[in-house]
């Protein structure tokens, strides 16, 4: 792990680190489909947008899930992960605490919810067991390891070394191909109209990994109510495929 620089400003913090092959190995491992996450199961209210035709094919999936990474869960959990990062890299233990009961709190649905944290969860056993790194260990020990997605993802990152950058990048690029994946099965499309629109969303990625970069949590929300309303309506939804 390279020495840390002393904290200064966020933006100065994020550029006292590179990616490494080494940083790039793990964030290719931690954010891969193979992860078991169980992010398989779940399709963040997709599965009931389908059902009530709102998604419909590969144009109206792009554009869905462009909304949830721009003004949704994306654009809150990448936030989340950059204040985690910071605090990681400053060994603040307290706001690490703080982020996380943010994380945990901030999600409009009890899907939603169980979604983010049954997948931090399972992220921190299983990195912890392969990937042994000391901050996010003592917060698991406190915490009995639940910690959301984006949290564990956040310190594991900085404990490991690996720049803010390209790991909000993953992350989101993650998130997004999950939820594709998701779209392929329940319209359904081909898989090459599935890779167009993992390609399409390049630039809202792109996009809302600056705005992260730049993010204050006291003013960071979201404004897709439809998209909570699907989650909702999924709860009763009369078949289901996915947990969310």
């Known amino acids: 792990m390279p020495a840390r620089a002393c904290p200064l400003t966020p933006m100065i913090q994020d550029m006292t680190m590179t990616l490494t092959e080494a940083g790039l190995y793990r964030l290719m491992t931690w954010l891969s489909p193979s992860y078991p996450l169980g992010a398989f199961s779940c399709s963040h209210g997709l599965e009931y947008a389908v059902e009530a035709q709102l998604v419909r094919d590969a144009p109206s999936l792009t554009r869905w899930l462009g909304a949830t990474i721009a003004r949704g869960a994306g654009s809150v959990d990448a936030a989340l992960l950059a204040a985690a990062w910071r605090a990681a890299t400053a060994g603040d233990a307290t706001a690490c605490e703080r982020v996380t009961a943010l994380a945990a709190a901030w999600r409009g649905t009890a899907e939603t919810a169980l979604e983010s944290a049954g997948q931090g969860e399972a992220f921190v056993a299983v990195t912890l067991s392969v990937w042994t790194e000391p901050i996010l260990a003592n917060l698991a020990a406190k915490l009995g390891r639940k910690i959301p997605l984006s949290v564990a993802v956040g310190i594991a990152a900085a404990g490991h070394g690996i720049a803010l950058e390209p790991t909000i990048f993953a992350f989101l690029q993650s998130f997004a191909a999950n939820l594709v994946s998701a779209g392929v099965r329940l319209i359904p499309l081909g898989q090459t109209d599935g890779q167009r629109a993992i390609a399409a969303l390049e630039p809202e990625i792109s996009r809302a990994t600056a705005a992260a970069l730049a ?25 289901r495929l996915y947990r969310s």
């Open 215 to 239: 993010a204050d949590l006291d003013d960071i929300g979201t404004a897709t109510p439809l998209i909570d309303w699907c989650s909702m309506k999924h709860e009763t939804q009369y078949t």
